[in-house]
């Protein structure tokens, strides 16, 4: 491909969120190949819910400043038999949004089955095949703890799914 028509590159904010970690990645992308940026957790405060939230909103809001993504992938709320964790993981997911959209992030919504599909090929797959297949398409040996490489997954699912524009149409979160 020439390079005057290569692919820009996008640099990607993937989120796996939650009330006890909540995880974050950072990759640049152009579609077809992405590199590992920054990646990390955010171990949340074990009192009120309120200060939970406050915490994934102001941290994850430096973290925006510092790394300047141009989009946020988000895992979406999956259906649990417990309704008190599904609601707390929305809360979660809330205050996370709420970071990208103050930073004027466009926010892309991911199913763990898609995510999951897109980097391992199997929408089943373990956290373990997860952190494996992570470490291999980014090429770099860091540890990841397991909240960490599933956002770095739901980021490498934008990157491999929502990057195209006929895509984004669908996956844009409203």
């Known amino acids: 491909?020439?390079?005057d028509k290569q692919p820009s590159k996008v640099r990607v904010l993937g989120i796996d969120p939650g009330s006890v970690?909540?995880?974050f990645g950072i990759i640049e992308s152009n579609g077809q190949r992405s590199r590992y940026v920054h990646s990390g957790y955010l171990k949340l405060p074990s009192d009120c819910l309120a200060n939970k939230l406050g915490k994934i909103f102001s941290q994850l809001s430096e973290i925006i400043a510092e790394y300047?993504?141009?989009?946020?992938?988000?895992?979406?709320v999956f259906l649990s038999k417990n309704a008190a964790s599904a609601l707390k993981l929305g809360h979660a997911r809330g205050a996370a949004m709420t970071a990208g959209v103050n930073a004027n992030l466009e926010i892309y919504e991911y199913s763990a089955k898609a995510v999951k599909?897109?980097?391992v090929g199997y929408g089943a797959a373990s956290k373990e095949q997860i952190q494996h297949m992570?470490?291999?398409l980014l090429n770099t040996r860091k540890v990841l703890?397991?909240?960490e490489a599933d956002a770095l997954a739901v980021a490498l699912c934008h990157a491999h799914t929502g990057l195209s524009p006929q895509q984004q149409k669908y996956i844009k979160a409203t």
């Not at 993504?69 to 979406?76: L, S």
């Open 1 to 3: 491909m020439p390079l």
């Open 21 to 23: 970690k909540t995880g």
């Open 68 to 76: 300047q993504p141009d989009h946020m992938a988000i895992e979406q």
């Open 117 to 119: 599909q897109s980097t």
């Open 134 to 136: 992570i470490l291999r």
């Open 145 to 147: 703890q397991e909240d």
